[in-house]
């Protein structure tokens, strides 16, 4: 038998209480932090970028205009895409995010912001990954856009659309996109945490693994960046198989 990992120390309700109130004052502080840096997102300068700018999509090619769906707002997530490659041979990292954002849509087009997924890959690779996938947001095409459209992969941007122009308001990458990944809040939460070897965690508790080691997992749910593993949502899919090569044929665009 193995020994299990630590534990948090067993004290009384009472010490327990102390203990939490003391966190959830350092808590309510870092979210005035957060609405203060929300404040001042809404205050930074904005750029114009190309509303004509051809994407492709589901009707084929339309000016980038045409995704704000008559909105005033409009959110993106630009997907990073290998050319060539299958379902489990794309990005572990973008899956993760988009996984995420999917439920986003009908909140956001409440507050009247549209969202759309972009990608540099082909359009007739885009549609059935998508379909696969069970996304019913929008997908585009950059393929021929030439224009960077808020960034590079991996992306959340912000655009304000005034008539027939289009501004850049906004945009993140990185650990930035953890404020919508809500399973990474979720992990923090837990006494051990996410597991990574960035964490500071106390002594005894499992050891940290690379970052996101956990992307991608094989059949049996076991954590692996081999080649027989898919990100993680991909196993939720029907006709999702047992996969042995990643099957990435081009460059990542």
């Given at each position: 038998?193995?020994?299990?990992?630590?534990?948090?120390?067993?004290?009384?309700?009472?010490?327990?209480?102390?203990?939490?109130?003391?966190?959830?004052?350092?808590?309510?502080?870092?979210?005035?932090?957060?609405?203060?840096?929300?404040?001042?997102?809404?205050?930074?300068?904005?750029?114009?970028?190309?509303?004509?700018?051809?994407?492709?999509?589901?009707?084929?090619?339309?000016?980038?205009?045409?995704?704000?769906?008559?909105?005033?707002?409009?959110?993106?997530?630009?997907?990073?895409?290998?050319?060539?490659?299958?379902?489990?041979?794309q990005c572990e990292g973008?899956?993760?995010?988009?996984?995420?954002?999917?439920?986003?849509?009908?909140?956001?087009?409440?507050?009247?912001?549209?969202?759309?997924?972009?990608?540099s890959g082909p359009w007739?690779?885009?549609?059935?990954?998508?379909?696969?996938?069970?996304?019913?947001?929008?997908?585009?095409?950059?393929?021929?856009?030439?224009?960077?459209?808020?960034?590079?992969?991996?992306?959340?941007?912000?655009?304000?659309?005034?008539?027939?122009?289009?501004?850049?308001?906004?945009?993140?990458?990185?650990?930035?996109?953890?404020?919508?990944?809500?399973?990474?809040?979720?992990?923090?939460?837990?006494?051990?945490?996410?597991?990574?070897?960035?964490?500071?965690?106390?002594?005894?508790?499992?050891?940290?693994?690379?970052?996101?080691?956990?992307?991608?997992?094989?059949?049996?749910?076991?954590?692996?960046?081999?080649?027989?593993?898919?990100?993680?949502?991909?196993?939720?899919?029907?006709?999702?198989?047992?996969?042995?090569?990643?099957?990435?044929?081009?460059?990542?665009?």
């Amino acid at each position: 038998m193995t020994t299990p990992p630590s534990r948090p120390p067993l004290v009384d309700r009472e010490t327990w209480q102390k203990a939490h109130e003391a966190l959830l004052a350092r808590e309510k502080a870092h979210t005035r932090e957060s609405d203060a840096l929300a404040a001042a997102r809404r205050r930074l300068p904005m750029t114009e970028t190309d509303a004509q700018a051809e994407v492709v999509g589901a009707q084929g090619p339309v000016p980038f205009l045409d995704l704000f769906e008559g909105r005033a707002e409009l959110v993106t997530y630009q997907h990073m895409w290998y050319d060539g490659a299958p379902s489990q041979g794309q990005c572990e990292g973008c899956t993760n995010a988009a996984w995420h954002l999917q439920a986003a849509t009908p909140y956001l087009e409440a507050r009247g912001v549209s969202f759309a997924f972009l990608a540099s890959g082909p359009w007739d690779e885009l549609a059935p990954y998508a379909d696969f996938m069970g996304y019913r947001q929008p997908w585009y095409s950059l393929r021929d856009t030439g224009v960077p459209l808020g960034g590079g992969m991996g992306n959340l941007s912000v655009f304000l659309r005034d008539r027939d122009r289009v501004f850049l308001t906004y945009t993140t990458t990185g650990r930035g996109n953890e404020a919508f990944s809500g399973s990474f809040a979720l992990l923090d939460r837990t006494p051990y945490g996410r597991g990574e070897a960035w964490e500071e965690n106390p002594a005894g508790r499992p050891e940290g693994r690379e970052p996101c080691w956990y992307w991608r997992t094989d059949v049996t749910g076991e954590a692996t960046w081999r080649p027989h593993g898919r990100p993680v949502p991909q196993w939720t899919r029907p006709g999702a198989e047992p996969v042995t090569t990643l099957g990435r044929q081009g460059h990542c665009h």
